[in-house]
């Protein structure tokens, strides 16, 4: 009842005509009673989206969306034309290396660049490589490590053991000192002939006492980093001459040899190095993104460069 | 210059030059002995320009460069250009306030080297316009 009265309220005039009286049949009234609109947002807004819609032309907020979205799209299309375009610069690049004027296979170059670093010494002349990595977008980047027939420097290398056994199998893989207590008293006086130290796990908790000594130096042997190991022989193996290289940008740049070196042994530096890099890029080609190396330069510290295909 | 032509340049100027020289067998090395106390010009750009085309056309010469000190200078080491030979006699070279032209000369005359025939002396050219 209480709705019916407030429906004929609403419709002002039509109720109060029908004679003076309050009808309670609702039925004609109803049909002239607009249905209730859903309210959403404010009125204000409600008008002026009534008002655009009534005009036909599109609001200044849509205008602006529709000029960034095209910009984005171009903006995109740009930054692939761009990467196209230096993909092929780069093939070609690597196909008209061996055109290239300063061409020259390694042993000749390696006379130019012996005769560009002489009298300079041996430490003072590294020979490196620098290559282009021509990849396609989305391939790993080249990071791989390996082992130099002929490694750059050597390394002197200490061992803690209490174990003869072990100090002799630490001096067959190369290790220049080996010792107990002998070599943690060496290093309290302060003597540290080594680069890089090595232990074995029952002699740890006497280098306790030259931690503050040697770990800020990087030699504190530790079982996390494989340096506190039982297999000593086989560490130290492993881990002589290894190299870490990794790719910057879409080049890939590395020491191969001092100028003292034989050719032989820069060369076989080399074949060990591009074999390592191929290895990586047939094993990483996920997805079939293909890698290979490009142009590729020879240079000393003081040397030209020298074009070379390896 | 572009960048291709300065590594041409550069890699002309170790083959070819007053330096380029051979020296005979019985040669077995060079020792240049630079004073860190005295003005050596003449011996530095002696090393510089005349030692890479002279090593260029010796690959197997053994050359050695030191600077001496004061100290060592006073000790009795002398500052110059030695040439050892295979009999075990060596030859100096005076280097103290010679130009390196002189350097060359003295020591091409001391150590019997020839000059090295311009047909053997390899020279990079980038290739022109015609060439292609």
Redesign the interface.
Known sequence: MSLARSLLLRSGNAATTTAGLISVSSRPLLQLINPPQPRYGSKKKRDEKKAAKSDGAPSKADAKQLAHQREKVLLRLRQKREETKKATKLRVEAKNASKSSNFMDIETALRYLRAAEVGRSAHATTISLTMRIVAEKGAVPVNTKCRLPKPLDEERIAVFTNSSELAAEARRAGAVLVGGDDIIDQVKQGIINFDKAYATPDIVSRLNQVARILGPKGLMPNAKRGTVTHDIYNALVQASGEMTFKQEGTMLSLPVGRASFTDLEIVSNIVTVTDAIRKFMTDSSAHNKKAYIGKTVITSTTGPSIVVEV | MSG?NR??A??NS??KGAGSVRVPTNVTGLS?RLSTRRPAKGAKSF?REN??????HN?SLP???KKVTAEQEAAGEKISLSISFEDGTSKSVETTERTSEQILEDFVAASGASQVPENEIPV????SFHDL
């Open positions: 291709l590594q041409l550069r890699l170790i083959a240049l090393w030692l890479p085309q002279v090593q260029f690959p050359i050695t460069v990079l050219k980038r290739p």
